[in-house]
């Protein structure tokens, strides 16, 4: 595995590899990688020819400071994890690499109502910053594939809109949740939960199946009224559980008007935010 932190490296490397019907995939992370990243580079690797991942806390999409700052950096665990994944080369750049004081890089698209529901109604700013770095790091990369997983559903939503609209050459593929034994989605944010709240973190995934069970005997506001109640029994406390369209995010009055719903969530155990999803 090759190790870039300049982009022009990067690109030198890349361009002696493309041709010959080489198609590239690529793999944004924030780092702290766990399985749940593995997968997405494991399912790059099999369908490409070369795999980038990249390991970039991006500054522009957090809106609290003290969140950048607490936010896990690992690199040397992650270079471990990476060496035998199936990644051949992984790009670490600088703030400075990836914004450059001399270029302007904001990216303009219309991202209504996408980004003010759900995450973007506690998180304002957020997924500005999010579609900035993507399409900053899909300009350094310049991929065949860019894969990204479901647990951020909104986010990879909002991605998928910003490749449509700016007519991006690059197919966005979706990896399923990889999930921990007791069912806890994958998170770099799990290692922050105490032992109390690890414990009881699990019961949003049961949540989530039960709702999908339960799609047949309730109604969207009953099935809603009930996962909030349901989570902050087991001792959490939810911000939002919502079932939307899941193209356009938009609130569904009732599952049989829609060809594709998904329940979204989000819930703090103690300090730590968690999110999580369920395709209905």
Known sequence: MYLFQRSVDLQNWLETVRGHNRKIGFVPTMGALHDG????????????????????????????????????????????LLVGSGCNALFLPTVEEVYPTDLDTSVSVDLHPLDTVMEGAFRPGHFAGVVQVVY????????????????????LTIIREMIRQLELPVKLVMVPIRREPDGLAMSSRNVRLSPAFRAIAPVIHRILQQVKEQVDEKSVSELEAWAMQQLAEAGLRPEYFEIVDGNTLKAISSLSKTKSAVACMAAWAGDIRLIDNMIL
Not at 49 to 72: G, H, M, R, W
Not at 136 to 155: A, E, I, S
């Open 37 to 80: 990243h593995l997968s997405l580079i494991r399912q790059s690797a099999a369908e490409n020819s070369f795999t980038v991942c990249s390991i970039f806390v991006n500054p522009t999409q957090f809106n609290d400071a003290s969140d950048l700052e607490k936010y896990p950096r690992t690199p040397g665990n992650d270079i471990e």
């Open 136 to 155: 900053r790091l899909l300009q350094l990369v310049q991929p065949d594939q860019l894969y990204m997983g479901q647990k951020d559903y909104q986010q």
